[in-house]
């Protein structure tokens, strides 16, 4: 790509995401499904900077003081920009906004690569840009959703389909952007990743015929490669989730797929509805979770036209198009997902509209452009119509009731002064917790449970002090006690650097005092997660040199 060319893409990807962000570029930000919680998430890292933490595993402070292990389950690592501009004093709110806003920038950027690569034009490479941000299930996701994880998520798929084409088509294959992308879905969100290997491992079957011995290989390095840098946070996630029952393995159990399966009918709605999901609501009531009318439409217009050379872009585009229908037919009410429990850990049948958006914005632009790259004022219409469109999608996220706003701190979300943190009836707080998915699951009512070391019998026996990261508190000889923390693999309990053995009690951290009266409790990193870091930072040590090295060896 020459210069004036990426700058042209750049400039363009801009423009796109400045018009995405609208609805956030003025003082107001919209509370969604899952606002509360991400800002949460934010102010979290944020805090954690501040007590020397680069990458907490435990928000000992979140739902009301028992403490939530959130970061151990869903990665922070993108947030550590919205995080330092908190603690430079910006609000909460400024920080989320910029994540998005970085997060659409880059989808736009990564999928302008791809198309660029395919057909080395940069206005077909801008317009599947325009189809990617504007689909409805991403406007859905951003201004509906509030899904922060899967917003970023969407930045790495088009880069594991240009890796894809690198490793299956070129002639001197590549895994770098497969690298890239699958080691971004393992730090954004744990169910996309699950998504991009099944849209990759759906991609690869199509194309076993292309692969080679030494793209084998170069898969197994990718693979491993990912792996490595992502281990740090994958495998004490993997490790926390095997040891005990969260209230995500009764959602992974429970999940009723049917319900939340897409009617004929919803595939047809072209709003943006503020709605929930339910194939048993009305049009008025249900969020739109398609990717729109231009994605499901465009890609029909590859039957029109007829090329009569088989070559590798071709072949590419046709797999987007079949791909991309059957993840979106995927998501149907007509497909028996009574049957598929197995597939219960995505929650809904429509995450795989975030395949279905990725792979039918390149075949829509890419069979657009077949059939009318001679005729300008057909592409200038229909670019135009993709753009007005959009702005008809984001018309209903400039008129919400209930905001916040850029000046809102992160105190005045959490006191009830604006919101109830316990809105729902939850027994939990609903701001820092969301769906309580990383909670132990038990009865416990973390609203009315009492803050104090008490015995079995509820008797509060003392308070208890937090002293660089750890809680300090002393308790009678020989007694059965609880403490006020909600309990994790890696707690430690310590009596004068003796190691007390605990067990949980409804969630929380239980043991008998023995003869000890002083204790501390502190969190700290498994064996697993050790290992892990070293695994990780390891890994990107050799590929980090293997990179020097293949540039050391090109001629100047």
Not at 309 to 317: A, K
Not at 465 to 492: C, E, R, S
């Amino acid at each position: 790509m020459k210069k004036n060319e990426r700058l042209f893409i750049g400039i363009g990807c801009l423009t796109l995401t400045i018009l995405f962000m609208l609805p956030y570029l003025g003082n107001e930000l919209s509370i969604e499904h899952d606002t509360l919680f991400h800002l949460s998430r934010i102010e979290g890292l944020a805090q954690s900077f501040q007590s020397g933490k680069l990458f907490p595993d435990i928000y000992p402070f979140k739902n009301d003081g028992f403490g939530y292990a959130s970061a151990l389950f869903y990665c922070d690592f993108f947030l550590v920009p919205a995080a330092l501009l908190y603690n430079l004093g910006f609000e909460v709110a400024i920080g989320y906004k910029l994540t998005v806003f970085l997060a659409t920038l880059l989808s736009a950027v990564s999928m302008s690569r791809v198309v660029y690569k395919l057909k080395h034009s940069t206005l077909l490479a801008l317009f599947s840009s325009t189809l990617y941000l504007f689909s409805n299930y991403r406007i859905t996701d951003v201004y509906v959703r509030g899904a922060l994880g899967e917003i970023i998520a969407m930045t790495f798929i088009p880069l594991i389909l240009l890796g894809a084409y690198e490793l299956f088509y070129e002639e001197k294959s590549q895994i770098r952007n497969l690298i890239v992308g699958f080691t971004g879905l393992a730090l954004s969100h744990n169910l996309t990743l699950l998504l991009g290997c099944f849209g990759f491992g759906a991609l690869l079957l199509m194309n076993l015929n292309k692969m080679s011995g030494q793209r084998w290989i170069l898969l197994v390095q990718a693979a491993l490669t990912s792996i490595g840098l992502s281990a740090w946070f994958l495998f004490p996630m993997l490790e926390q989730t095997a040891f005990q029952e969260y209230y995500l393995h009764y959602y992974a159990s429970s999940s009723d797929l049917a319900s939340h399966a897409l009617a004929p009918w919803q595939y047809l709605i072209n709003e943006t509805i503020f709605g929930i999901s339910g194939n048993q609501l009305s049009a008025e009531t249900a969020m739109v979770v398609t990717p729109g009318v231009f994605l499901l439409g465009l890609p029909v217009l590859s039957l029109f036209h007829i090329h009569k050379q088989n070559n590798p872009q071709e072949q590419f585009v046709q797999h987007m198009t079949w791909l991309g229908y059957g993840f979106a037919f995927l998501c149907s009410s007509i497909v028996p997902w009574e049957q598929l429990f197995f597939l219960r850990i995505l929650q809904f049948p429509w995450r795989f509209m975030t395949l279905a958006c990725c792979f039918l914005s390149i075949s829509s632009a890419i069979s657009f452009w077949n059939l009318f790259h001679r005729q300008k004022t057909i592409i200038i219409l229909v670019f135009a119509a993709v753009i007005f469109n959009g702005v008809h999608l984001l018309l209903p996220a400039l008129s919400r009731p209930l905001v916040i706003y850029n000046h809102t701190t992160y105190e005045e979300l959490t006191n009830g002064s604006i919101i109830d943190p316990y809105f729902a009836n939850t027994s939990y707080n609903r701001i820092e917790v969301a769906g309580a998915d990383y909670l132990p699951i038990g009865f416990l009512d973390y609203k009315n449970a009492s803050h104090c070391i008490i015995d079995y019998s509820g008797n509060e026996i003392s308070q208890s002090i937090w002293d660089n990261n750890a809680m300090v508190f002393h308790a009678p000889k020989q007694l059965d006690i609880i403490a006020p923390l909600t309990a994790y693999k890696g707690y430690y309990v310590y009596s004068n650097d003796v190691i007390i053995p605990w067990k949980t009690i409804d969630g929380r951290i239980s043991f008998n005092t023995g003869n000890c009266t002083q204790f501390t409790i502190q969190y700290q990193k498994t064996t697993i997660h050790q290992i892990s870091i070293m695994v990780s930072f390891a890994t990107i040590l050799l590929y980090s040199f293997s990179i020097i090295s293949k540039k050391a060896d090109k001629p100047l």
